[in-house]
């Protein structure tokens, strides 16, 4: 019997992690230019920071935590979402002490046990960024324009931002009163009954059509905004508008953790079926509180990365991690002292800023040429006795099969300026 990865659990290995490796990227470059700073965070955390962070109510925290007791008896969780263990470092740290907001980043796994299927895993990756200490409506701009840049950045155009408020603790309480009356005339399962008193608010969030088609007249959140909020919601409408980023109001949306409140927000892609969530986020301006700490406002977002490799998939097609990580150059060496020469030749390459790779062991031509059909590479160039002794390489072009001798000492000129006249450079 051989060992498998565990069921739920998302692996990338060649060629598709060079599409992950640039969605990540993606963002992280999008983060920087925002003078976000990276943060490495635990993996694992106290269980009762997720339950009074996240929320008990959340099916995230009820429902799909991994938690277990530790050989010294300390009961912990693997993280479900970055948002809250981010948080607790920023004040453990005293980062809020110092210049607000605190503007931070990060990426790396997170574990939720639910159903595995398409775009729904076990494990799976997150890049999470959030500010923190804050009430500004700009900042939540500022938040929803990096991630739509780095969505936009990797070639995506296939996605909807949508945009709602949640209201504050003076106005929610209203509409969540306004909600359970009506909710309560309906007629629903008891599982939905029983949500209505802990967590209307996910109620309008059910996707089976016979309780869409009884909600779709509740009341919403819209109408029954304060004016502090109501006001912050039209500013943050506004500076999208001004940055260009197209949004759709969503007034039924409902974000699956509890902390969320004011501006609230979702990346969905058309193409991806069920699991089209690409990223969100919000404002979160209880939760420092919640979790021991000083009032802190906070806003902030994440993506799912293998939703967006996904995503890049079916929008550029299935040669997608090809063009963006596969080999342009491939070196040949003819016989044993070539080897010296077309290591020299590739580094140069390589110090060019192309991608190149070479036949390595003792194989014949034959073989050798394999390598280089199967590496992708657009040119292969060999490196034999013959072309040592009149100081050229000889380069063939494996799109058309072309061949032809280019003098050693320019072969780097000659490939870098051929492949960025064919936009294969980078
Ligand atoms: P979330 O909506 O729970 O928010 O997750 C953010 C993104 O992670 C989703 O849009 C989706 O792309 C991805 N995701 C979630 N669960 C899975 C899964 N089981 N498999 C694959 N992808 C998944 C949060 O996590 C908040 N902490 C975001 C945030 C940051 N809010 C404020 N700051």
Same mark, same amino acid.
């Given at each position: 019997?051989?060992?498998?990865?565990?069921?739920?659990?998302?692996?990338?290995?060649?060629?598709?992690?060079?599409?992950?490796?640039?969605?990540?990227?993606?963002?992280?470059?999008?983060?920087?230019?925002?003078?976000?700073?990276?943060?490495?965070?635990?993996?694992?955390?106290?269980?009762?920071?997720?339950?009074?962070?996240?929320?008990?109510?959340?099916?995230?925290?009820?429902?799909?935590?991994?938690?277990?007791?530790?050989?010294?008896?300390?009961?912990?969780?693997?993280?479900?979402?970055?948002?809250?263990?981010?948080?607790?470092?920023?004040?453990?740290?005293?980062?809020?002490?110092?210049?607000?907001?605190?503007?931070? &980043?990060?990426?790396?796994?997170?574990?939720?046990?639910?159903?595995? @299927?398409?775009?729904?895993?076990? @494990?799976?990756?997150?890049?999470?960024?959030?500010?923190?200490?804050?009430?500004?409506?700009?900042?939540?701009?500022?938040?929803?324009?990096?991630?739509?840049?780095?969505?936009?950045?990797?070639?995506?155009?296939?996605?909807?931002?949508?945009?709602?408020?949640?209201?504050? @603790?003076?106005?929610?309480?209203?509409?969540?009163?306004?909600?359970?009356?009506?909710?309560?005339?309906?007629?629903?399962?008891?599982?939905?009954?029983?949500?209505?008193?802990?967590?209307?608010?996910?109620?309008?969030?059910?996707?089976?059509?016979?309780?869409?088609?009884?909600?779709?007249?509740?009341?919403?959140?819209?109408?029954?905004? &304060?004016?502090?909020?109501?006001?912050?919601?039209?500013?943050?409408?506004?500076?999208?508008?001004?940055?260009?980023?197209?949004?759709?109001?969503?007034?039924?949306?409902?974000?699956?953790?509890?902390?969320?409140?004011?501006?609230?927000?979702?990346?969905?892609?058309?193409?991806?079926?069920?699991?089209?969530?690409?990223?969100?986020?919000?404002?979160?301006?209880?939760?420092?509180?919640?979790?021991?700490?000083?009032?802190?406002?906070?806003?902030?977002?994440?993506?799912?990365?293998?939703?967006?490799?996904?995503?890049?998939?079916?929008?550029?097609?299935?040669?997608?991690?090809?063009?963006?990580?596969? &080999?342009?150059?491939?070196?040949?060496?003819?016989?044993?002292?070539?080897?010296?020469?077309?290591?020299?030749?590739?580094?140069?390459?390589?110090?060019?800023?192309?991608?190149?790779?070479?036949?390595?062991?003792?194989?014949?031509?034959?073989?050798?040429?394999?390598?280089?059909?199967?590496?992708?590479?657009?040119?292969?160039?060999?490196?034999?006795?013959?072309?040592?002794?009149?100081?050229?390489?000889?380069?063939?072009?494996?799109?058309?099969?072309? @061949?032809?001798?280019?003098?050693?000492?320019?072969?780097?000129?000659?490939?870098?300026?051929?492949?960025?006249?064919?936009?294969?450079?980078?």
């Amino acid at each position: 019997m051989s060992f498998q990865a565990p069921k739920g659990v998302q692996e990338y290995v060649p060629p598709r992690s060079s599409l992950f490796a640039q969605a990540r990227e993606a963002f992280t470059e999008s983060a920087r230019r925002a003078c976000y700073a990276p943060v490495e965070t635990a993996v694992f955390e106290d269980t009762s920071l997720f339950v009074r962070g996240v929320g008990e109510s959340s099916d995230v925290v009820s429902k799909e935590m991994y938690t277990f007791d530790t050989r010294g008896g300390e009961n912990v969780t693997l993280r479900p979402e970055f948002t809250a263990g981010v948080v607790r470092a920023v004040l453990q740290y005293n980062l809020h002490k110092g210049h607000l907001p605190v503007k931070v &980043c990060t990426s790396g796994p997170a574990f939720r046990y639910e159903r595995p @299927q398409a775009g729904r895993y076990r @494990q799976f990756y997150q890049f999470d960024l959030e500010a923190i200490g804050t009430e500004d409506p700009t900042v939540d701009a500022e938040t929803i324009a990096v991630a739509y840049d780095a969505y936009r950045s990797l070639g995506l155009t296939q996605f909807t931002l949508l945009l709602n408020s949640l209201g504050d @603790q003076n106005c929610r309480p209203v509409y969540r009163a306004a909600l359970q009356d009506f909710l309560r005339k309906l007629d629903l399962d008891e599982d939905t009954r029983a949500r209505i008193e802990i967590n209307p608010l996910r109620v309008l969030d059910d996707k089976r059509p016979e309780v869409r088609e009884q909600t779709a007249s509740a009341p919403c959140i819209v109408d029954y905004l &304060c004016g502090d909020c109501k006001a912050h919601h039209d500013t943050v409408r506004a500076l999208l508008s001004s940055l260009d980023i197209p949004f759709e109001d969503a007034p039924r949306l409902v974000r699956g953790l509890d902390y969320y409140m004011r501006t609230t927000y979702e990346f969905d892609h058309a193409l991806l079926g069920a699991q089209s969530g690409i990223g969100g986020g919000g404002r979160y301006d209880g939760l420092s509180e919640d979790i021991g700490g000083p009032p802190l406002p906070g806003i902030g977002f994440a993506v799912g990365l293998d939703r967006i490799v996904l995503a890049i998939e079916s929008e550029r097609g299935a040669d997608a991690a090809q063009a963006v990580a596969g &080999c342009q150059v491939f070196g040949v060496a003819l016989g044993e002292d070539a080897h010296t020469d077309v290591l020299t030749l590739v580094t140069a390459l390589r110090r060019a800023g192309v991608r190149a790779d070479m036949a390595f062991g003792r194989r014949g031509l034959k073989g050798a040429m394999k390598a280089a059909d199967r590496s992708g590479a657009r040119f292969a160039v060999l490196i034999g006795a013959e072309e040592k002794r009149n100081a050229t390489v000889a380069i063939k072009d494996l799109k058309d099969g072309d @061949q032809q001798d280019v003098a050693a000492s320019s072969a780097v000129e000659w490939l870098v300026n051929t492949l960025a006249g064919n936009g294969e450079a980078e």
